[in-house]
């Protein structure tokens, strides 16, 4: 990162609040036309502790506060933009270098996300923007769309940040100092167990990655694995991989939607897919996993959710993941209960998504001058304000992490306990 990039916030790391802002010559108290706008858009978020600096050196922030933050604004074509749509347009001024960031670029998030919790419903504009957004479609080419533009950007690229497992989804973090591959591991473990897979037993997976997980389940629980992704650069690498280790007899990587998933399965599962189908389309996957199990079936599906319906953050789906939805448990329902699917176990992993989350951006920071060097500062600057808003975002509960283990109705081959969750 160069030393202009540099200048647009202090580590995002760094839990720090923003040093005094240098002597103005006039006062600021929020008296311009500028200013009450700024003012009336904090009142409309909560009254989080930020400070905004504008460029005639007058400085907005919420009465009786220490803001945590500022935000150096340089003109009033930056400050209209950002009014106009606030959770699309100030991302984007960020990400372009339009704006800068002094303090902690994660607390500055959580600092929003909490006071929005605590804010009045949007009205009037907001609503109609809201109103006016059309998530991306995830229609069979749509999907394929959607996921070219977030996965199949350069292998090279998230093998730089996503450790040695390359898993890009929630780790488990059986104690404070597990590390990330360590971590992923036991997720992958987790995920077994409660499947509680045996040796010669056939799995179906829908979204497999970069093929980490059916790697896992074939290698140490004996199992063989179907696994189903649309993402050419993830199959290729998974395809390879498995040649590699010694594997493909045992896991086949097929590119192909999971809707044409076809074949018996004892088990399905699917880990970081579900933010992609849809919820018009939950019914479809639940149809796809009935057919695919037999009377003794079962299966978990991992998914980043929300507590009640809404939808993902408008800049994460129109900049980076376009198509994507959170689901709340209610809206999850949809794939089981058409199919008459009995639900065994829902856990929260919330906590266990940021901590991943933390060491990704670690990771992303300490190659951050390669990332320029593939992509360009543009593009370093939009992937931490993910990275940042998604730790914020499970830091301050707007998101969850759900998974949830089910089996087909006549299946009494089931636990009595949760014993085998912790024992092997």
């Not at 065994?344 to 390669?370: C, G, I, K, P």
């Not at 060097?373 to 931490?384: G, I, T």
Request: with cysteine.
């Amino acid at each position: 990162m160069n030393a202009s990039d540099e200048s647009l916030m202090t580590s995002p790391n760094a839990a720090q609040r923003p040093p005094p802002a240098e002597p103005v010559p006039e006062a600021a108290d929020g008296s311009s036309l500028e200013g009450r706008m700024l003012g009336r858009l904090l009142a409309r978020l909560g009254n989080p502790e930020l400070e905004f600096l504008l460029w005639t050196g007058e400085r907005i922030a919420p009465a009786g506060t220490d803001p945590l933050c500022r935000v150096r604004i340089p003109s009033r074509a930056v400050l209209l933009s950002i009014l106009s749509d606030p959770q699309v347009r100030f991302p984007d001024a960020y990400s372009d270098g339009r704006i800068e960031i002094e303090g902690d670029l994660v607390r500055l998030l959580e600092t929003v996300y909490r006071a929005s919790a605590r804010a009045p419903a949007p009205m009037g504009f907001s609503r109609l923007l809201a109103h006016l957004r059309r998530p991306h479609v995830n229609t069979l080419a749509g999907s394929r769309a959607n996921i070219h533009h977030h996965y199949d950007i350069g292998n090279p690229f998230y093998q730089l940040w996503l450790g040695q497992t390359m898993a890009y989804t929630c780790a488990y973090y059986p104690t404070a100092d597990t590390t990330l591959d360590a971590a992923q591991t036991a997720k992958m473990d987790h995920v077994c167990r409660k499947m509680r897979l045996r040796a010669g037993e056939r799995v179906v997976e829908a979204g497999c990655g970069w093929g980490t997980l059916a790697l896992h389940m074939a290698r140490h629980y004996g199992v063989k694995v179907r696994a189903f992704n649309i993402s050419r650069e993830q199959v290729a690498y998974a395809r390879e991989r498995a040649e590699r280790e010694g594997l493909a007899g045992q896991v086949e990587y097929v590119q192909d939607d999971y809707r044409n998933i076809s074949g018996r399965y004892d088990a399905f599962v699917s880990v970081g897919m579900l933010e992609h189908v849809g919820v018009e389309n939950y019914e479809e996957l639940g149809a796809v996993v009935a057919r695919s199990l037999g009377d003794n079936g079962r299966g978990l599906i991992h998914s980043i959710g929300r507590n009640y319906p809404a939808p993902l953050q408008p800049w994460i789906e129109k900049r980076i993941f376009p198509g994507a939805h959170p689901p709340s448990l209610g809206q999850m329902m949809r794939i089981f209960e058409p199919w008459d699917l009995s639900i065994l176990d829902v856990e929260n992993l919330r906590l266990h998504y940021a901590q991943t989350l933390r060491h990704w951006l670690e990771l992303f920071e300490a190659a951050s001058a390669e990332v320029e060097r593939m992509f360009d500062a543009k593009f370093v600057r939009m992937w931490r304000m993910y990275l940042a808003g998604s730790i914020a975002g499970f830091t301050t509960g707007t998101l969850q992490l759900f998974q949830v283990v089910f089996a087909t109705r006549a299946n009494n081959d089931v636990p009595m306990t949760r014993a085998h969750l912790y024992t092997r």
